[in-house]
């Protein structure tokens, strides 16, 4: 196996009985954002605390730059923006990005920073006195003050309005320009999709797909049909659209790129179909039809 | 890659410590009451009851009220502040930071003896003014010492309670040790007051060896040899430094 200088090699971490991180191989390569996608729970951020030497693998290794994760040298290189539940209060953004600048050998002006960030108004205001979202961008302004190469963002917009969202996903892409990394855990497809180069999906602790947004995307666009029919699942994989077929007896489910034509072209071949259903893949059915059998498809109905 | 200036230890820890004296000062409802409690009950106590008989009350708690006084400022800000940065996860966005841990440390210590330095030389000034109290110029300096650098193992022992204990639980812990620690080691009632037993008890409790160091220093007789008592107290702060060092590195604290 080739060592992998800043990323995962066959990692896997438990916690009691609980296996979060099962086998985990992800490579970060530089100059790349890889967005790394999943539902709550399916081990996004025990991979990035494994990654940033907060938690230790049982099994397999964690590197960054090549070295230990808990070294200062690979420290320094990297700016970490997760997810906390209280800012020290009575401090101001200003003196707590003064205060991380300080930790880096080389970091990027204080304005530089709080203006990428979205905060240029609010240098003087207490942290204690920021809403969520602007909390979130402190958490920002604090890891890219470092001028890190390599940026960790842990759910960086979780709770955020669309607005919010856009704005900060720009603040993103301006503290690319220059060559850096990106590792982004989310479980909104939009934003890996807005800005990743490559996309990892974990689930249940496993990465399970691999690869650019586009080929992801194929994966998990499209729609879900649900109905009861009698004809044979060799017929229904024939339809216009139609990527995968599942469901027992005379109730089916069908996944298909193109749900307006697969249900024309059905109701056209079975005169007699019923309990027609179109549902859309929401990010968290669109892993359980990646990973489960269809038995597990219907609990999911329930 | 080109060279690279690490920034030092000194400068992070000295930054930290002026932003931990800073959000002490804008939150004057958490730090007065530790200033003021001690100071209170040495001119309740020590200036206006001077009950003393034979021995010089002033003096006498100018030692023992200065221990009260610059212990809580330690097991505080260590085991509550501590305990509360780790439950808000703003500790473990510091452990994922290049700073390292022991500047955080040396931070909090720093603020700790800061604060310790106001206590005791509030008490001083008070007991010199008002009290009466008259040392040798070398016994000031020593007093003042031993007071301020005193609080190093009872910063240790928060660390170690704010590395282990959950933030809510904490305030709770660190007063259920610290005042009747303070009561059994004879910082409110002199210890000759006790039983016998509990007096031997005394000699288990850390305030009861830095009242001693600070008993000397004022010139007030002893019980137990000093250094027993700065033997107790260099054990204690290495055994709760090496305890803390290893929670602060464990995974995930």
Known sequence: ?302 | MSEIRMPSMTRISLTDTRLEILSLIRQPGYSLPSLLFPVMFYVFFGLVFNMGRGVHMPTYLLASYGTFGVIAPALFSFGVGVAVERAQGWLRLRQASPAPPLAYVISKTGVSLAFAAAVALLLMTLGALFGDVRLERLRWFWTFGVLVFGTIPFCALGLWIGMNVKGNAAPAVVNLLYLPMSLLSGLWIPIQFFPELMQKLAWALPPFHLAQLAFGAVGMPVQAPAWVSVSYLSVMTLVFGVASMRSFYREDA
């Open chain 1, 1 to 302: 196996m080739s060592q992998i200088a800043t990323g995962l090699t066959n990692a896997a971490k438990s916690f009691g009985k609980v296996r979060a991180v099962d086998d985990v191989t992800l490579e970060l390569r530089p100059g790349q954002v890889l967005g790394l996608l999943g539902p709550n729970g399916a081990g996004k951020t025990t991979s990035i605390k494994l990654l940033l030497g907060l938690l230790q693998p049982d099994r397999g290794r964690a590197r960054l730059f090549g070295v230990d994760p808990r070294s200062r040298e690979a420290r320094m290189r990297i700016g970490v923006m997760m997810q906390i539940g209280e800012v020290p209060a009575v401090l101001t953004i200003d003196e707590l990005v003064e205060q991380f600048r300080g930790y880096y050998p080389n970091p990027r002006p204080a304005g530089e920073a709080i203006e990428l960030a979205g905060l240029g108004a609010l240098r003087d205001r207490r942290a204690g006195k920021l809403s969520g979202g602007e909390k979130q961008r402190l958490m920002f302004a604090l890891a890219i003050c470092g001028n890190p190469e390599l940026l960790f963002l842990d759910e960086p917009t979780v709770g955020m309005d669309v607005a919010s969202r856009r704005t900060f996903w720009e603040g993103i892409r301006a503290f690319l320009d220059g060559g850096r990394s990106i590792l982004l855990t989310t479980h909104y497809l939009e934003e890996a999709d807005a800005l990743a180069d490559r996309i990892a999906v974990i689930d249940r602790g496993r990465v399970i797909a691999d690869g650019t947004p586009e080929t992801i995307k194929s994966r998990f666009s499209g729609k879900r049909i649900r109905c009861r029919t009698s004809l044979s699942p060799t017929t229904l994989l024939g339809l216009p659209g139609v990527r995968e077929t599942g469901g027992s007896g005379a109730s089916v489910e069908l996944i298909s790129e193109t749900p307006e034509r697969t249900v024309r072209a059905l109701l056209d071949a079975d005169a007699g179909l019923s309990d027609l259903e179109v549902i859309g893949m929401g990010l968290e059915e669109a892993f359980l039809s990646m990973t489960e059998s269809p038995a597990g498809t219907e609990e999911m109905s329930a």
